[in-house]
């Protein structure tokens, strides 16, 4: 393989590994937040210890989302230096924002969370947990602006062989990084919450600290269904803004060769690429797709054949990517709602069907999660920055295939035995539960030592 | 003032600051394993970094950041050409930061003595390597118009190993007048001991570091050109001195800051000697980075200098108020084994 490939791949196991972990702390750092904020409005001893038991689960994670972080802002200049020289002058400037900006509050604060439980007031410190929620979503931000600007650039000109910026303000306000910021962050959320409804599952399916997960699976519920319906929402404006701004994206999101006007939607699709045109398409919605795209029903959609071949993404893992993640979301959002519906109620541990269903399903916002970001970047191709350069043109000139298939192989080994850890430790820890805070545990937090220098 | 002239002083300050503070975690990091007794003073040890150490480490991203966003060429050439090293730093880093937090979650001596002995070597490495990088970037990498012309081996030359062992040095002594300032009892005792040994050796390593610069590097150039330049090494030297004055005397909050002036004013001495490059070519300066053939347009300097002015005193602000909160000694005596989080 070439370095370009063997690069490519390296991005993609050590973006999608890093994002296993990214979207459960956007998630649980909020739902930790409000435990503790209900913590210190009610004394209610209980939210301290959903607190507690969440908050560990949600530290291995964050632990691991942040050195996984490192690895994507290096590899920029390790293995893309050409895209680096290229867009530096505008892509670099918010990852460095997103550094300064948000990073710091989140790294210093969890430190001052996790070590403060009496040093800082009981408010002080339900604040410190809210500040990092904030600043992961913050940073999800200019993280999101950064890519965003890959899928759509603007405010640049190209000048001096790169493209430089000339207008900050159409950096930050650029509607395709705002939808991907909205859309992405909320499936984070929705994450979290099947997360804690699943775990929370487990244990009332043994009766095991009812009240303790009732209250959780509740929060969680609530929680999962207005994200869950966000996220939908989002993803359908998100949509059009793929049809306008990149329409060989949506083209092979949907499979759409001809194009057409007042195009229908149809539910069943299967795509023949080497034929260029679909070998089953059934069940159509009449100028659904049209709809879809650009929210018009006589709206003219872009076929795949409008364009090069060599101007078109790998149309079958788009169509597909797509697909999944919208029958995922749609599914998710269901089962969001028959949770809320059922937690209402006083009676969840006496649908232990159900239950085994919310522990099962957890896996699956991770998937939609992973799989969106497939349909982002694969769909993108073959373009770094759409329509700007292209991803073979990016890749950096000095390393060698040896050295690339060397770090590859590192990041797989290392990765795959964090995995393993990561894994062990939350199921562990998972079902173990809450712990009984004592008097004498309390205590135990305290860490003397009153002698100053 | 040019911009690219702030900006260089700003990635100046931004890897002194980072190698001030994530220096005496990295030098925990190397300590723990072998200055602990048992597994209490390790904890402590720990702990003492435990807030914070987080905090330190995102200087070294902010530190890329900007490197990325007002030097893009310098971002791009110099993590290519370093590819293996940096990946050494990167696993390095990736293990330390997982070894800190998964350290405590398990009950069982193996357990966390293999998770200390992960974090000694992880924390050894990057303080190696980050002197390997620095030592060749003061030398000048082989670099010409058709591009690098090195590997990690030869970044493996004498002048690069002894930046290389100087760093390590520097942060082991760091690490330990910080576990002296930071614990209480006998650990805080060794601590300062070790710090007042291992003192001799840095200071040896300083000197012939100072002395090889002469005839590895074009460093001295600037400072003859500006005499008064000369001030920053002196300093350098003034405060290496102070270490051990303060040391021997048994203060260890003083002893600390004077390792922290010395962190600061070596960066600041070799970053000097480099201006105006950022990375200077060995083949002809001709094909040198500087700030000028590889800086970000003045419009993305602008903007950049406003966001670093802004938030970056902010930052100062929020984790000195941070160290303020966890400014108690910790005492391995009562150290629980179980602590709450960690």
Redesign the interface.
């Known amino acids: 393989m070439d370095t370009l490939t063997l690069s490519r791949l390296q991005f993609a196991v050590t973006a999608g590994f890093h994002f296993i972990f990214v979207p459960l702390t956007l998630g649980l750092s909020v739902l930790v937040a409000i435990m503790e904020s209900k913590y210190v409005s009610t004394g209610d001893e209980m939210y301290l210890r959903m607190t507690?038991f969440w908050?560990?689960l949600f530290?291995?994670n964050f632990?691991?989302g942040?050195?996984?972080g490192?690895?994507l802002?290096?590899q920029?200049?390790?293995?893309w230096?050409?895209?680096?020289?290229f867009?530096?002058?505008?892509?670099?400037?918010p990852?460095?924002?997103?550094?300064?900006?948000a990073?710091?509050?989140e790294?210093?604060?969890?430190?001052?969370w996790?070590?403060?439980?009496d040093?800082?007031s009981k408010k002080l410190h339900a604040a410190a947990i809210w500040i990092v929620a904030i600043a992961s979503s913050l940073s999800a931000l200019w993280i999101l602006l950064a890519n965003g600007w890959m899928q759509k650039p603007v405010g640049y000109v190209l000048?001096?062989g790169?493209a430089?910026?000339?207008d900050?303000s159409a950096l930050v306000t650029n509607s395709y990084g705002w939808y991907k910021f909205f859309h992405t962050v909320l499936a984070g959320y929705v994450v979290a919450a099947f997360f804690v409804m699943g775990i929370s599952a487990y244990h009332l399916l043994r009766r095991n600290e009812v009240r303790f997960f009732k209250a959780s699976f509740r929060m969680a519920a609530a929680f999962g269904l207005v994200t869950s319906v966000l996220v939908f929402i989002t993803g359908d404006f998100h949509a059009i803004k793929i049809a306008t701004t990149q329409p060989t994206k949506f083209a092979a999101m949907e499979a759409v060769w001809e194009t057409q006007k007042a195009a229908p939607y149809n539910l069943l699709v299967v795509p023949d690429t080497a034929n260029e045109k679909n070998v089953v398409e059934a069940i159509g919605i009449p100028r659904g797709l049209s709809l879809l795209a650009f929210h018009d029903g006589n709206a003219e959609v872009k076929g795949l054949k409008d364009f090069p071949k060599e101007l078109r993404p790998p149309v079958m893992t788009t169509f597909l990517s797509f697909r999944f993640m919208a029958a995922l979301g749609m599914l998710l959002m269901l089962l969001s709602l028959i949770a809320w519906l059922l937690s209402r109620k006083d009676t969840l541990e006496s649908y232990p069907m159900f239950l085994k269903l919310m522990l099962i399903v957890l896996p699956l916002p991770y998937i939609a999660n992973q799989i969106g970001w497939i349909v982002a970047e694969v769909g993108r191709q073959p373009w770094i920055v759409y329509g700007l350069l292209k991803t073979s043109d990016a890749v950096?000139?000095?390393?060698t295939p040896m050295?690339v298939a060397?770090?590859l192989a590192?990041f797989t080994l290392?990765y795959g035995f964090?995995a393993v850890?990561d894994i062990y430790?939350l199921t562990k820890?998972a079902k173990k539960g809450p712990e009984v805070l004592s008097p004498i545990m309390a205590k135990?937090?305290t860490?003397?030592?009153?002698?100053?220098? | 003032m040019e911009l690219q002239i702030i900006w260089f002083i700003l990635w100046a300050v931004l890897w002194a600051v980072y190698f001030m503070l994530d220096g005496f975690d990295l030098g925990v990091g190397i300590l723990q394993k072998f200055l602990g007794r048992n597994e209490a003073e390790r904890g402590a040890m720990i702990k003492s970094i435990g807030p914070v150490w987080d905090g330190n480490e995102v200087w070294l991203l902010t530190a890329g950041g900007a490197t990325f966003a007002a030097f893009p060429t310098t971002y791009a050439l110099m993590f290519s050409y370093l590819y293996t090293a940096l990946l050494l730093i990167l696993f390095s880093l990736i293990v330390r930061g997982v070894s800190v937090e998964l350290r405590g979650k398990e009950e069982g001596a193996a357990w966390r003595s293999r998770w200390e002995t992960a974090f000694c070597i992880s924390s050894f490495l990057p303080a190696l390597l980050f002197g390997v990088a620095f030592g060749n970037i003061f030398k000048g990498l082989p670099m010409d118009a058709e591009g690098y012309h090195g590997n990690l081996f030869t970044l493996l030359n004498p002048y690069g190993l002894l930046t290389g062992v100087f760093f390590v040095l520097l942060f082991i002594t760091h690490g330990a007048l910080w576990i002296s300032y930071k614990t209480a009892g006998s650990l805080s005792k060794r601590a300062s001991n070790l710090a007042n040994k291992i003192w001799y050796p840095l200071l040896v390593t300083a000197v012939l570091f100072l002395v090889h610069t002469w005839f590895a590097t074009h460093l001295y150039a600037n400072f003859l050109d500006v005499p008064v330049l000369f001030v920053v090494p002196v300093l350098a030297v003034l405060a290496l001195l102070g270490i051990k004055i303060f040391s021997v005397k048994g203060a260890s909050l003083k002893a600390f800051a004077a390792s922290c002036i010395t962190i600061l004013m070596v960066t600041f001495t070799g970053v000097t000697g480099l201006f105006p490059n950022l990375i200077p070519s060995s083949i002809d300066p001709k094909y040198s980075l500087t700030i000028y053939n590889s800086s970000s347009s003045p419009y993305t300097l602008k903007i950049m200098t406003v966001v670093a002015l802004v938030f970056v005193p902010a930052v100062i602000a929020y984790q000195a108020w941070n160290y303020w909160v966890f400014r108690k000694k910790i005492d391995p005596n009562d150290m629980t084994g179980k602590g709450e989080m960690y």
Do not use: C, H, P
Not at chain 1, 76 to 79: A, D, Q, R, S
Not at chain 1, 107 to 112: A, D, N
Not at chain 1, 447 to 453: F, H, M
């Open positions: 507690k908050g560990k530290l291995f632990a691991l942040i050195v996984t490192i690895t802002e290096f920029f200049g390790m293995n230096a050409e895209y680096s020289k867009v530096g002058d505008i892509f670099g400037a990852l460095a924002i997103e550094a300064t900006l990073f710091f509050l790294s210093t604060f969890i430190g001052l996790i070590f403060g439980w040093k800082i000048r001096n790169r430089e910026m000339v900050f950096s000139k000095a390393i050295q060397g770090s590192g290392l964090l850890v430790l820890n135990k937090t860490i003397s030592g009153n002698q100053e220098a």
